[in-house]
């Protein structure tokens, strides 16, 4: 049956913000680097006055944290020469040939083959890539797409559908024997059945999400139901409440449908038994999704009169995840306790060691089910709380102009002196065209600076990597995802240059958005 046929991600909430991927388009895995430095480890060059960021991991699967290479932030920290206007540039030494290639700067402070920054250095202004698409998420076996939306099948389904099969199978032996072996045909037929109903039950939330203008990213068919992730939040209690309520009401409009035909075809047979069997398990679901706590239909119609009734959406989640806290604990204990009594339809004497055992694994495993998605739902609350606190315009680096040409080590004390922390390649016109990427200028040594062009180590702008300075939250966040990059260029509505947004700095931000108490 469906347990978690809610406009939700399997938690009980919309589908929850993620972390920019703070990977460069070229890049071909995601790498990651401590923020805090060892005691006695030498400290990291500054990047124009600056140091390098370093991403706070984080755990969740949908993010991509990046940062500097260890190796080659340890190597660069060990070279002479400070960066200060003030000091001599040393003078350059012999290239020695025990180390990496110095006639080309990296393409990339990741890549272990000089050869291949040779071979494309210099190439990368005629190089422009287009924003990156995010891929479309899967979840099984795609069987179609209502209203636009992905519908997918998850491998689990079929676990639960042959499990289906087997009960019913066992129930039809009683109720039609001449069936012989073909009742388990018959109960395959239930079972697909039934997930048309769970698949029409989240449809109903779909099309509600759609005419409130919220995003549904897929319908997910799986071992305990339906699922419809939903990108974004209700804007009031009232959608909210409509929200969830629809999918127990098309639930219960479909049980009555079933109902009416049932009465229109004789009792005992086949078709009978099929309606009466999709009847009881459309009840079964809307009742179910009808308790009062996340992460069900109930929960969020709870979560949106508390939501009306005190004005803040937060107090509604904790009221909703409590509850179902307690109903997780209530169905752990009580189903089993149920069953054994009789209360469902079954003696006692009746119920035997593996019904027992059977009994008690399913209440498991859905007391599991609730407690975990009203945690979730918690903590998701939690952080669009806080979502508002990431704002591009306060996370901007400042950044000055330089030419294509300019020496990096020039490039570096303009920034030093003017205060800034980023360098925006412009051309003769003053339009910006390429960042510098921070994680490059690591890697280049302190001696080099003054014969490293900064177009050698600059990254194209392309349409994804300007930014407006007046984002903030979820909307900021799925920006920046669009199109993948460790620096954006924000600008203000005119096309003002700004400054230069780093995505570590985001995911520290979002990091530390997702750890502070409500």
């Known amino acids: 049956m469906d347990e978690s046929g809610q406009p939700q991600s399997g938690t009980g909430e919309a589908t929850p913000p993620r972390p920019p991927a703070a990977v460069e388009p070229d890049a071909t895995e995601a790498r990651a680097t401590s923020e805090a430095q060892e005691p006695g480890e030498p400290e990291t060059p500054k990047a124009a006055g600056e140091d390098p960021a370093h991403p706070a991991q984080d755990k969740r699967t949908d993010a991509a944290p990046t940062g500097t290479d260890p190796a080659d932030t340890e190597r660069a920290a060990t070279e002479p020469g400070p960066t200060s206007p003030t000091d001599p540039e040393p003078a350059p030494r012999a290239a020695d040939p025990a180390t990496r290639p110095q006639d080309v700067p990296p393409t990339h402070p990741y890549d272990r083959h000089p050869e291949r920054a040779a071979a494309t250095s210099g190439k990368r202004k005629g190089a422009t890539k287009g924003p990156t698409k995010r891929p479309e998420p899967r979840g099984g076996l795609l069987m179609g797409r209502p209203f636009g939306v992905p519908v997918y099948v998850a491998p689990s389904w079929f676990l639960v559908a042959a499990l289906i099969t087997w009960v019913f199978g066992g129930q039809l032996d009683r109720v039609l024997p001449e069936l012989g072996a073909a009742r388990y045909l018959v109960s395959l037929f239930f079972a697909v059945a039934f997930y048309a109903s769970v698949l029409i039950h989240e449809l109903a939330h779909t099309v509600v999400a759609l005419r409130y203008k919220l995003p549904v990213r897929r319908i997910q068919l799986q071992f305990f139901g339906g699922v419809s992730e939903i990108e974004k939040e209700s804007e009031t209690p009232g959608r909210e409440f409509m929200l969830a309520f629809v999918g127990p009401l098309l639930s ?267």
């Open 252 to 518: 219960l409009v479909l049980s009555g449908v079933f109902y009416a035909a049932m009465r229109a075809v004789e009792p005992g047979t086949v078709p009978g038994v099929l309606l009466a069997g999709l009847m009881i398990s459309n009840l079964i679901v809307a009742a179910f999704n009808l308790l009062p706590g996340l992460p069900l239909d109930g929960g969020r119609m709870l979560r949106a009169v508390v939501w009306k009734l005190t004005g803040r959406p937060m107090s509604g989640t904790i009221a909703a995840a409590w509850v179902g806290r307690a109903l997780a604990v209530t169905v752990l204990i009580g189903l089993p306790l149920l069953t054994q009594s009789g209360a469902l339809g079954e003696g006692a004497e009746e119920a035997g060691g593996m019904d027992t055992l059977m009994d008690a694994l399913l209440a498991a495993i859905l007391a599991a089910i609730i407690w975990t998605g009203a945690g979730n739902s918690l903590r998701m609350a939690r952080l669009r709380e806080h979502l508002p606190d990431l704002r591009a315009r306060t996370l901007t680096r400042r950044a000055v102009p330089v030419e294509a040409e300019t020496p990096l080590s020039e490039a570096l004390r303009r920034a030093n002196e003017a205060g800034a922390r980023a360098l925006v390649v412009v051309d003769a016109d003053g339009d910006p065209h390429s960042l510098v990427r921070e994680a490059a200028i690591v890697g280049i040594p302190e001696h080099r600076r003054p014969w490293v062009p900064v177009s050698g180590l600059a990254q194209d702008l392309t349409d994804g990597m300007r930014v407006s300075a007046e984002l903030a939250g979820e909307e900021l966040l799925d920006t920046l995802r669009e199109t993948p990059a460790t620096e954006y260029l924000v600008v203000e509505e005119n096309g003002a240059i700004y400054g230069v947004l780093s995505a570590a700095d985001v995911e520290r931000a979002f990091v530390k958005a997702m750890a502070r108490p409500s």
